[in-house]
């Protein structure tokens, strides 16, 4: 594995943002008001949520990101430098701290609205040079850049799937060794470059599809096999797959084999979606160990 | 005018808030993401914006409203002392101030998620029994227990008008001397009653109907008059409701007629939608007189 034991930390490049989750019994209509049965203050955005997943896990981790004026001094920024994650920030004093507004009805349907705040930062500013580096959802030009410098990159498009072009989602390519997808993202990804999802598996080295309860779907060069989902009682299905990413990412930056590497990847999104909130139940890597060996075997 | 020269301030009874107020493109289908093009906080909150209404045109005017443990020492609570609204609060530790997420489409329509927080409180609090008060938007329980104890009681249903059963309605409907509400707002109140809107409008003395680019319909034991709308260049409708009452309640506090309150509460909202957030551009009593003199004639 070309990146065991390196002294470099893993960065992270995208997001951080502030999670609003509410609950609601339904979506209101057009000129309507609904009260919100719950509604809770998270710490997310996905690359900070995957940041704190590799520090929780004990890798070192570099967040490259972009915070507005309520940030420094804030119980966030507390809790990162709890947590061991380096900043390497853009400052954004005009703007807020990206926001996330969730809503989930009761039929277990959600809607977001995203505030870029800060995040806005990401279209103009430089990219750094970076040893080993993933791209999780954000700016589309910024993360191209980032890739084209990049010794090691992994990328996720997320939420931000549809702000990429045919062109950037090639040069990204390119440029990576791992694509993490949902399958939704799979699909939508394959549509914008105009192949199938099939292929787009095998135009990178590792591709992982992660499908909700059916687990995840490693391909190495095109050849598939899946990892069954860790069934937990879940409270909040947000953040699993920045979690599981987190899980993934330190294991392959340690030396293990991919299957390995989505095996505890899945374990550790079995963490996160016991609570509510993406960053609230992160599991150290004994934690993380421990069920790993119940569900999938000793991790060597 | 049974309540000029009374030394007594006006009371407002109901939600203090903090408004998010997102512009986006189209909102989000199910389980998709949609970015803000703008996002904005303001102070809110139907009772508060009523209040500091009253406050700006230079009436002495009492809050009777929650909030939550992060008021204490904000901007908003500055303000109010600023602008010299009496504030007589339920302060709640381990809840939020109440807060409602709007979003405008480009379309023109508007959703709106309103978290109660802080305002829970009403359900179980111990109404004040008050000279000159006006029951905004919020616990129907409440608003009957405040009603019932009043002297002078005006009352508006808003936002929280589906929460009220018939004998709610029936009761404060005996208790208050002015009723306002939309032309929604009033059919829906007709349809819980089972009555008509010229019958309900002939339930009590003053009933006051505003009809957005129509104007307002004043009913005085069932008699109807209209008064046009004040043509601005609005940025943003939210908060017209309440700067209308505002101005009706200051005039009506004054000793002037209902039809004048009208036009001096048409005059008031005229300001309130030039900018964006419901307590940006409220008027004093000087800069309303000024506009009011120019569509509807000097004010004696």
Request: proline share 4%.
């Amino acid at each position: 594995m070309k990146s065991s034991g390196a002294a470099e930390p893993i960065s992270v490049v995208g997001h951080t943002a502030i999670d609003h989750i509410c609950r609601v019994s339904n979506f209101p209509e057009r000129h309507t008001s609904v009260p919100t049965i719950d509604h809770q203050i998270f710490f997310g955005g996905g690359a900070a949520n995957i940041a704190a997943g590799i520090a929780t896990l004990g890798e070192p981790c570099t967040l490259v990101s972009a915070v507005g004026s309520d940030f420094p001094g804030s119980a966030y920024e507390r809790r990162m430098e709890e947590i061991g994650i380096v900043r390497q920030f853009f400052y954004v004093d005009d703007r807020p701290t990206a926001t996330a507004f969730m809503f989930n009805d009761e039929g277990g349907d959600q809607i977001t609205f995203f505030d870029w705040g800060a995040s806005r930062v990401f279209e103009t500013a430089e990219a750094p040079a970076l040893d080993f580096v993933h791209m999780a959802t954000a700016d589309p030009s910024f993360n191209v850049r980032v890739a084209e410098k990049s010794d090691f990159a992994s990328f996720d498009p997320g939420q931000d799937i549809s702000k990429y072009s045919k062109e950037q989602f090639e040069t990204i390519l390119d440029n990576i060794t791992v694509l993490f997808a949902n399958r939704h993202e799979a699909a939508q990804m394959a549509g914008t470059l105009g192949i199938s999802v099939h292929d787009l598996a095998a135009r990178v080295e590792i591709a992982v599809f992660t499908m909700d309860a059916e687990g995840c779907m490693l391909c190495i060069r095109g050849e598939r096999q899946t990892v069954p989902a860790v069934r937990v009682k879940a409270a909040d299905p947000t953040g699993a797959g920045d979690a599981f990413r987190a899980g993934f990412l330190t294991a392959y930056r340690r030396g293990y084999a991919p299957l390995r590497c989505c095996t505890i990847g899945t374990v550790t999104a079995s963490f996160a979606v016991e609570e509510m909130g993406c960053q609230t139940n992160l599991p150290t890597w004994q934690r993380m160990a421990q069920r790993h060996e119940q569900h999938f075997g000793r991790l060597g």
